[in-house]
Structures are given as C-alpha cells and as structure tokens.
C-alpha cells in the first residue's frame, strides 16, 4: 500500500487522463474519485440509459490503477508523465472497448449488464 502522499500526488494528475476518456465517450460523466482523501484515487464513470440500452442497468463503474502502476508514474520525471498520458490518450478507446467487452458494458447507451457498481482494477495507464 502506497503512502497517502503519493495517492494525493498522483490524483492530481487524473485531470488529464479524463480528457482522452470523455473524448471517447462523450455521453458518459467521468469524474476523478478521490475517496474523500483518503486511499487509492480514480475515476468514476456515470450515466443514465438511454431508452434502447442494451443493459437494463445504468453506469456506475470506478476505475482504479493498480499500486504498482501509481507508484511508476509518481515515481516518474516531467517527460516521462507526458509521455505516459500521451500514451494514455491515444489508447483510451481502446480501454473502453476492451471494458465494454469485458463487463458487459455499453457505453453508447449508458448501460451496463450488473445491478453493482463497477470497480475495475487497471495494471497500466
């Protein structure tokens, strides 16, 4: 477990992954989950169904990073964070797609196949 120091840091930076996010999936909310301050920051991803959804549940999903990815990235210089949220933003489709197929989840629709909310566990950004 990462010190809260470095949980703050690194939320601090979430503000640009929702850019590539909300690029991709201009009808959903995403919105950088904090806990309040205290443990593993991410992102939240909400929105109503809209009345074809594909899945009788509206979206609620948390997507969270991995200690060991946060740490990398905290642990990183300038350059190096730009290119990760470079790297972030060229693959942010693709992220949702590979969570669309995954957890049954419709983005397009703001639905999702799971009456829970949705915590999903990233390795990489």
Do not use: H
């Amino acid at each position: 477990m990462l010190a809260q120091g470095q949980y703050d840091e690194f939320a601090k930076q979430l503000d640009q992954l929702i850019g590539p996010l909300c690029a991709a999936a201009p009808q959903v909310v995403f919105k950088l989950y904090n806990g309040l301050g205290q443990g593993r920051p991410g992102i939240f991803a909400f929105g109503a169904r809209t009345l074809n959804a594909r899945y009788q549940f509206q979206l609620s999903i948390l997507m969270r990073w991995r200690d060991s990815t946060i740490l990398d990235f905290v642990e990183a210089n300038e350059a190096e964070r730009r290119a990760v949220n470079a790297r972030f933003a060229a693959k942010a489709r693709e992220l949702l797609n590979e969570i669309e197929t995954r957890y049954r989840v419709d983005w397009r629709s703001g639905s999702q196949d799971s009456p829970q909310a949705l915590t999903i566990e990233l390795d990489e950004l």
